[in-house]
C-alpha cells in the first residue's frame, strides 16, 4: 500500500498543455479514478505517476519518497495500460510469471503464484491456453493478474475495461472494485465513463481543460458539483440561468425559485446558473398552486420500463424529470405543466 502525493504537476508536449497545476493526494488503499473528456489530460497524469513521462514541472512522491526522476522499472508499480498488451506468443502462465522469471523466481514458485493469481481473477487452471485462445474479457483479467504478480505497492490502470461489451464491463467493474478492496491495494484508474467512475472509486479527480476541476467522493461530486463543467459531466443536469436574490434564493425567467443552500459571495442580482438533477425534479398539472414551481410545456415521455422521463420546455431550456413508474405524472405531450424545483435540491453554480 502506498500513498502518492502529486506536487504542482505540469506536463507540455512542446506548445501543447496537457496537464497543469496539479495537487492531488491520494491515500492508502484507496481507489481514485481520473475521470474527464477525451483530451483532458488523464493519460498524461497516469503516466507520469507510472513514470512513462517527466512532468515539465512538479513533484511526484511515494511514500514521503520523491520519485520524480526514478526510472519505471524501479517503481515497483502494477500496470495495465493498452499499449502493454499481453505478449502473444506466450502462454497465460508466462505472461503472468514473466516479471518472476526475469527477477529470477525460481520455476515452482512461479508456476504457484501463476495459480494463485489465476483463482484471484477468477480464471482458475488456464495457466497452459495460449493468449489468442481467450476472450477480451479474459485477456483483461490475464493482463490484471500479470500486473499484480510482483505485489505492486500501487496500481496503475488506463481505461483496463475499454474493449469489453457494455455487459461484461459492468460485471468487470464490480469484480475489480471486490478484488481492489480484498488486495487493499492504492489503485489509480483513468476512465472516461463516469457510471464507472460512480461504480468504483472512493475518490474521482473530475478533469476538464487540462485542469483538476473537483476532488470527491461519487457521491460528493454528484450532489455539489464545483461548477458547470462538472455539474454536466458527472449525471443528467437541469441547467437553468437565473439571477441572485438575496436571501432567499434566485430569480428565473422572473419568478421566485426558493434556495435551502445559498452559496456565499454572490451578490443579488449576480447572474448564476441553477442546477436541479432529474430525480429530484416533479412535474406537475398546470392547476396544481405551491412554491418553487415554473410553467412549461410538455416536450416528449420517454418511458424507458423501470422509470419514466419527462422532457419539459421551461424558461427557454429543455428539462428532463425522472420518476419511477409508479410515479409517473399525469401530464401528455403537447400539454401544459409546472416543473417543481424543492428547495432543498437546488444548487447554485456561478454562471
Ligand atoms: P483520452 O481520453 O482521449 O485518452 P486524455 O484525457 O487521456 O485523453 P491525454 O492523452 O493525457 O488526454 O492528452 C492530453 C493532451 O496532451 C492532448 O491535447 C494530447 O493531444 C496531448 N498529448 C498527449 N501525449 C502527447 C505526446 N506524446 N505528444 C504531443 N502531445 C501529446
Redesign the pocket.
Known amino acids: 500500500m502506498a500513498d502518492v502525493h502529486l506536487k504542482g504537476i505540469r506536463k507540455e508536449?512542446?506548445s501543447?498543455l496537457?496537464?497543469t497545476d496539479v495537487d492531488l493526494k491520494i491515500p492508502a488503499g484507496k481507489l481514485v479514478c481520473f475521470l474527464?473528456?477525451?483530451?483532458?489530460?488523464?493519460?498524461?497524469?497516469l503516466r507520469i505517476i507510472a513514470g512513462l513521462e517527466s512532468p515539465t514541472k512538479g513533484r511526484l512522491i511515494v511514500d514521503g519518497q520523491d520519485i520524480t526522476d526514478l526510472p519505471t522499472h524501479r517503481r515497483n508499480f502494477g500496470m495495465v495500460f493498452q499499449s502493454l498488451a499481453l505478449f502473444g506468443h506466450l502462454t497465460v502462465g508466462e505472461n503472468i510469471a514473466y516479471a518472476l522469471r526475469v527477477r529470477g523466481v525460481d520455476p515452482a514458485a512461479r508456476r504457484r503464484r501463476v495459480e494463485e493469481l489465476l483463482e484471484l481473477v477468477q480464471l482458475p487452471g488456464i495457466a497452459d491456453r495460449h493468449v489468442a485462445q481467450l476472450s477480451g474479457g479474459q485477456r483483461q483479467r490475464v493482463a490484471i493478474a500479470r500486473a499484480l504478480a510482483m505485489e505492486p505497492k500501487l496500481f496503475l490502470m488506463d481505461e483496463p475495461l475499454s474493449a469489453l461489451d457494455a455487459k461484461l464491463r459492468e460485471a468487470m467493474q464490480i469484480e475489480l472494485r471486490v478484488l481492489q478492496q480484498r488486495l487493499d491495494i492504492t489503485t489509480v484508474m483513468?476512465t472516461?465513463d463516469q457510471r464507472e467512475a460512480m461504480t468504483m472509486a472512493d475518490q474521482i479527480v473530475v478533469?476538464g481543460d487540462?485542469r483538476v476541476q473537483q476532488v470527491g467522493s461519487p457521491t460528493e461530486i454528484y450532489r455539489n458539483p464545483a461548477n458547470r463543467f462538472v455539474a454536466d459531466f458527472i449525471g443528467t443536469s437541469n441547467l437553468l440561468p437565473a439571477t441572485m436574490k438575496s436571501g432567499t434564493g434566485v430569480v428565473v425567467d422572473g419568478r421566485p425559485v426558493r434556495v435551502s443552500d445559498l452559496p456565499v459571495g454572490l451578490g443579488d442580482g449576480a447572474a448564476v446558473t441553477l442546477l436541479v438533477r432529474p430525480e429530484e425534479m416533479r412535474i406537475l398539472p398546470p392547476d396544481s398552486e405551491g412554491e418553487n414551481r415554473l410553467p412549461g410545456t410538455v416536450a416528449f415521455i420517454r418511458d424507458v420500463g423501470a422509470t419514466v422521463e419527462t422532457y419539459v420546455d421551461c424558461a427557454g431550456v429543455r428539462l428532463v424529470a425522472i420518476a419511477m413508474r409508479r410515479d409517473r405524472p399525469e401530464v401528455e405531450p403537447g400539454e401544459r405543466a409546472l416543473v417543481e424545483l424543492p428547495p432543498g435540491a437546488c444548487r447554485i453554480l456561478a454562471a
Not at 473528456?37 to 493519460?43: A, D, E, L, Y
Open positions: 508536449y512542446g501543447v496537457a496537464v474527464g473528456p477525451s483530451g483532458c489530460g488523464k493519460t498524461t497524469l483513468v472516461h478533469m487540462s
